[in-house]
């Protein structure tokens, strides 16, 4: 079964990422199409980017490193649920994503976004991102309103038709996920049979 992360790209006291991936991951799991998990960035208490190599290199010095990559490693795909902060993602969130390459590669992702104007600039931004570590990133997106799906811009009221466009961004994520799950297989599999 196809896994998906869905990862909490905030990680100040009192933000709302937490309440809408948690959301987020109630109408996940009554689809019986994929394994959903939560990924929250602040449990690894990543410092900023402290690793000499490259992450393209794969050679890890920190336990914190190795721990974050076999997290984002065991996915097939991600949702990434994220606020707008200037214009573009959170710091935390970018760093988090730095810190590895190839765990990344020839993986999906969807974007659920919030803020003043829905997130929109910071889905931008990640999109630009994620097509340099060769992730997909699929069209739907579900973008939360600070003035529509936040009761007094402060307690998390999504409105009617915000969980259908969580699972459209779904179809689409776990649509591909599978495409690039078989690329990678047949990559390994190419890989092992030129090994002799
Ligand atoms: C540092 C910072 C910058 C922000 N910049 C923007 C912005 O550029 N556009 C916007 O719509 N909202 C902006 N906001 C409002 C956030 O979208 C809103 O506070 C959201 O709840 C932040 O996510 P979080 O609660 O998960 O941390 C900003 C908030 C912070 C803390």
Redesign the pocket.
């Known amino acids: 079964m196809l896994r998906i992360g869905i990862i909490i790209g905030?990680t100040?006291p009192g933000?709302?990422?937490e309440v809408v991936a948690r959301w987020a991951l109630g109408i996940a799991k009554q689809r019986n199409d994929a394994e959903f998990e939560l990924v929250d960035i602040k449990d690894y208490e990543l410092p900023l980017l402290d690793e000499p190599m490259p992450p393209s290199m794969g050679q890890y010095t920190h336990e914190h490193t190795r721990r974050w990559s076999a997290t984002i490693a065991s996915f097939d795909a991600y949702v990434f649920v994220t606020?707008?902060?200037?214009?573009g993602i959170a710091g935390a969130l970018k760093n988090a994503i730095d810190f590895l390459y190839g765990e990344w590669v020839n993986k999906a992702a969807g974007f659920i976004a919030?803020?003043?104007?829905s997130g929109t600039r910071a889905v931008e931004q990640l999109r630009l991102v994620m097509a340099e570590l060769q992730v997909a990133t699929v069209r739907a997106q579900v973008g939360l309103s600070?003035f529509t799906d936040f009761k007094d811009f402060s307690v998390f009221e999504p409105s009617r038709g915000q969980s259908n466009s969580v699972n459209a961004l779904l179809d689409q994520v776990i649509a591909w996920g599978g495409a690039l799950k078989t690329l990678r297989d047949t990559e390994a599999q190419r890989d092992d049979a030129n090994r002799y």
């Open positions: 905030s100040r933000r709302k990422g606020p707008e902060y200037n214009h919030y803020g003043g104007a600070l």
